[in-house]
Antibody, heavy 124, light 111 residues
Framework: QLQLQESGPGLVKPSETLSLTCTVS??????????WGWIRQSPGKGLEWIAS???????YYNPSLRSRVTISMDTSKNQFSLKLSSVTAADTGVYYC????????????????WGQGTRVTVSS | QSALTQPASVSGSPGQSITVSCTGT?????????ISWYQQHPGKAPKLIIY???NRPSGVSDRFSGSKSGNTASLTISGLQAEDEAHYYC???????????FGGGTKLTVL
């Protein structure tokens, strides 16, 4: 059974870079043509898609965050990661890693496998 | 691309049916049949309960059903149960560089 688990610091200072990792178990991130994504949830903006990476390594970003976000994958560790630079209080929220319902689909059919989420607070 | 519009809250009694609306535009809900619905209990990750407007993933109760008319999608829960009390979120594909947008969420209270 596929499982996703986020990890990373719960507290980040303003202007610093947030780094999160999603460890995938029960399946390989570089097989079966899946995208792997990051979604966040904040009180102010609800659910927001941040970025996705295809098993081949192609990356796709939310235009409003593109200048600050990098998504990458480490197939040797079966992990994919998110870096968000120059964070502000507006970046506070719960960050989820997730996989879409269907292979070769970035998000049209929804996300059916989610990590438990990791809470990130941006504060000095 | 703005978020989809959902009512903040709905309520119903056990056994009743309720409907949650999700309003978008002709560029998202109105343009594609790629509407998804999620159920989220407190402290938990969202759970996909409807995709492609009307389809249920394996294991999801048939008490959950989806529909769409024009720029508005709807989630109906029939035979309300206490365990259905949760937040519900809609999402839509947009076909743009921001491929998916979500609704603000609706809190369902089972009276």
């Amino acid at each position: 059974q596929l499982q996703l688990q986020e990890s990373g610091p719960g507290l980040v200072k303003p202007s610093e870079t947030l780094s999160l990792t999603c460890t995938v178990s029960g399946g390989s991130i570089n097989s079966n043509s899946y995208y792997w994504g990051w979604i966040r949830q904040s009180p102010g903006k609800g659910l927001e898609w941040i970025a996705s990476i295809y098993y081949s390594g192609s990356a796709y970003y939310n235009p409003s965050l593109r200048s600050r976000v990098t998504i990458s994958m480490d197939t040797s560790k079966n992990q994919f990661s998110l870096k968000l630079s120059s964070v502000t209080a507006a970046d506070t929220g719960v960050y989820y890693c997730a996989r879409p319902h269907r292979s070769a689909d970035i998000c049209t059919r929804g996300f059916d496998c989610w990590g438990q989420g990791t809470r990130v607070t941006v504060s000095s | 691309q703005s978020a989809l519009t959902q009512p903040a809250s709905v309520s119903g009694s056990p056994g009743q049916s309720i409907t949650v609306s999700c309003t978008g535009t002709s560029r998202d809900i109105g343009a594609y049949n790629y509407i998804s619905w999620y159920q989220q209990h407190p402290g938990k990750a969202p759970k996909l309960i409807i995709y492609d407007v009307t389809n249920r993933p394996s294991g999801v109760s048939d008490r959950f059903s989806g529909s769409k008319s024009g720029n508005t999608a709807s989630l109906t829960i029939s035979g309300l149960q206490a365990e259905d009390e949760a937040h519900y979120y809609c999402s839509s594909y947009t076909g743009s560089s921001l491929p998916v947008i979500f609704g603000g969420g609706t809190k369902l209270t089972v009276l």
